[in-house]
């Protein structure tokens, strides 16, 4: 198994990720219900732009503009039968990108649909993520980030389709959210507790979590994680702030500023890798890898 992070780790305390890549996109002049990940194949040298803005930016990770490239989500755009060629074209971009000196993470996200609902079988779900996976790691991603996921099921099929089809490390983050009673869960009503034990079970290489939380509700759920899990490498990327919507468009608050006085909270708390999730750019990774570096 190839085990870039793992040993990255052994000679640094923190590695730096990458920002919002749907927000560099939607900056590039993606619109609503366009497929951003076709963009690999049709506007290559924008999402080098973007790879590479990440690292002058500092990131040691940076992640694949694959996020919905599976075969499910792609049936959407009518690209379903290009699942793998996509995958391919963003890891090799992204390793364009970050040459040999740093390290590129396959982005997977969730597929959209629910097997509780009937929406899709488990089988289905396999297929799709083990095609998703060999293509990335065909295009020279170093290890998979299954991301954004808040189903346990959909989640543990995921990894063990990474686990089984590639040799690469397997990172999963789950995106949580407060409950009433003060705790997180995921929207599927999953604990934090549920799902680390689920990803001890599919022997995740990576936890953590990303999206849905600014980073001050980030560190509580790291801090949380890291309780449960005192071992695994815990990867955090929050969003730059809520959400809030001004003037009809959505807006992210937290400023590079904002983020980077808040990273050695994060790190304290026990995340190993830190970077940005939605509202995120290049100015927050620098202005946060500008702290890592006095750490």
Known sequence: MKRKVAQAL?????????????TALQAHGLKGGQ???MWCMIRRHEILAIARSYIDAGSDIILTNSFGANSIKLAHYDLADRAEKINRAAAEISREAAGDDHIVLGSVGPTGKIIL?????ADDLYEAFAEQVTGLEKGGADGILIETMSAIDEATIAVRAAKENTVLEVACTFTFERAGYGGFHSIMGHTI?????????VSCDIIGTNCGNGIDEM???VREMRAIEPDLPIIAQPNAGKPEIVGGEVVYKETPEIMAA??????EA????????CGTTPEHIRAMSGVILTI
């Open 10 to 22: 052994k000679t640094r305390k923190v590695l730096l990720s990458d920002g919002a890549w749907g």
């Open 35 to 37: 497929c951003g990940e």
């Open 117 to 121: 609902m009937g929406d899709v079988t």
């Open 193 to 201: 507790a549920d799902y680390v034990d689920a990803m001890r079970d």
């Open 219 to 221: 560190t509580e759920i």
């Open 262 to 267: 808040k990273t050695p909270e994060l790190i």
């Open 270 to 277: 026990g995340a190993n890798i830190i970077g940005g999730c």
